[in-house]
């Protein structure tokens, strides 16, 4: 893992397992998205139209296998995904934000939860719910959670989503900082993680610099 500086730059692809999507509609939309006069609705707009450019990165290596198909003019063998149908797990409650998205992508995936909540004092997760689809082991899994801060509650996450017997899994977020990209790296170096942006640092309350604030109450407007 290399050093981290005070600040890492979007276009810095170099860190093992990170990719830092820095399409320019990504980065306008996470600048956006940071703007704190941003409605619950606008930011949860712009949230999904996110989710879903990020998803595309995410799932640009899926396997593919060419079957035939008649268009109006003739058949021909087209590629479509092979394999087991797709999982994605939201981690809840924020995770919900970039679920809708992913479905839009591929509406035949399943769908797994995990509920987990960050114990204010502690900064650790405290699990409340799990509940994943049948033959994991078999499936893609993508596992969604708009920030990665600390890395807690993305690696109690993945713990148990392994825990069910998944082997392909990648995590997807769209804000992450230093401290939670290297905890989770270290944690599962087999994980991928897709994101939007490496910020600063986190702040003495383990919210992200200069971050966007809690995604969960923007998103649900509890705040």
């Known amino acids: 893992m290399q050093p981290w500086g005070d600040m890492m730059n979007v276009n810095d692809q170099s860190i093992e397992g990170v990719t830092v ?18 409605s619950t609705a606008e930011f949860r707009a712009l949230l999904e139209e996110t989710a879903m450019l990020l998803g595309y990165e ?18 021909t063998n087209a590629p479509v995904l092979a394999g087991k149908k797709l999982c994605f797990v939201s981690i809840l409650r924020a995770g919900e934000g970039l679920l809708g998205a992913m479905l839009h992508l591929v509406p035949s995936a399943r769908v797994g939860h ?11 997760p405290v699990e409340y719910l799990v509940k994943m689809p049948k033959d994991m082991a078999e499936r893609t899994v993508i596992a969604l959670d708009p920030m990665l801060a600390t890395g807690n509650s993305a690696i109690a996450a993945i713990d148990r989503i392994k825990e069910a017997g998944a082997r392909d899994v990648r995590f997807v977020c769209l804000l ?26 986190l702040n003495e309350n383990g919210f992200i610099v200069p971050g966007l604030g809690d995604a969960g109450d923007r998103l649900f407007g509890t705040k």
């Open 21 to 38: 999507v820095n399409h320019p509609l990504v980065q306008h939309k996470l600048s956006l998205m940071r703007r704190r006069e941003k």
């Open 58 to 75: 995410a799932m640009k290596d899926l396997p593919t296998e060419l079957r035939e198909i008649e268009t109006p003019i003739c058949k």
């Open 114 to 124: 995990v509920g987990l909540y960050r114990d204010e004092e502690t900064l650790q």
């Open 176 to 201: 992450s900082a230093p401290p939670g990209v290297e905890n989770l790296r270290r944690a599962h170096p087999d994980v991928p993680i897709i994101t939007a942006a490496i910020d600063e640092k």
